[in-house]
């Protein structure tokens, strides 16, 4: 129970890295804070939530058909993983320096219904949890421990995004996050990268 309790904090705490930093669904909930209200933001985040619950999902089911077919996959996979997350972590540092655009993309009609479709239309979201589930999970998952990630992945997603909407309705939080943005994406970005070399580095040391 303890190793699976620091695999599942693990995964939430690389999965909540790469929320953290900017992207489409950064931009369209503060956007929606920005150009329409605070409240509109949260329904764009709990979009995101549950277009994450499906996606995550769909990965960890997939997962679990697939190394019950193909066990001698398990360890090209993980290692895809790892290499992936570092893609990541790259592209999140090489951005660090690219300001945000507020100016426009507000939501028109049902925020939740945006926010739902920007995740499930971001292909990158699904191959992101394939890969940190492949990489960080044992080859046999419990039922309970998919339920769990399931929900933290989902309830990140939504805790975050609806603190990006509540404070960027306000000035003086939106201009410092603005200003801090760099060093975020530096910090997120080196974080994925020491947990990218970590797992394949564990991949190959296992026998």
Not at 94 to 100: G, M, Q, S, T
Request: aromatic share 14%; glycine share 10%; proline share 5%.
């Amino acid at each position: 129970m303890t190793s699976e309790f620091w695999i599942i904090l693990s995964i939430g705490l690389v999965q909540l890295g790469a929320v953290v930093s900017p992207g489409p669904s950064f931009l369209i909930v503060a956007q929606t804070a920005v150009a329409r209200s605070r409240f509109d933001g949260v329904k764009v985040a709990l979009g995101l939530g549950a277009g994450t619950v499906l996606w995550s999902t769909a990965a960890l089911l997939g997962l679990n058909v697939l190394f019950h077919a193909l066990p001698p996959l398990f360890l090209g996979m993980k290692i895809f993983g790892a290499l992936f997350l570092l893609w990541i972590a790259y592209k999140i540092y090489k951005h660090a320096n690219v300001p945000l655009d507020l100016g426009g993309g507000a939501v028109s009609g049902s925020p939740f219904a945006k926010g739902f479709m920007v995740q499930i239309g971001n292909p990158k979201v699904v191959v992101f949890f394939g890969s940190i589930f492949v990489a960080m999970l044992p080859a046999q998952v419990p039922l309970w421990m998919t339920l769990v990630l399931i929900a933290m992945v989902s309830l990140n997603e939504v805790w975050w995004y609806s603190l990006v909407a509540l404070f960027f309705g306000a000035g003086p939080v939106r201009i410092f996050y603005l200003k801090a943005k760099s060093w975020i994406d530096r910090i997120v970005g080196l974080f994925l990268g020491a947990v990218g070399l970590r797992l394949i580095w564990a991949a190959f040391e296992r026998p």
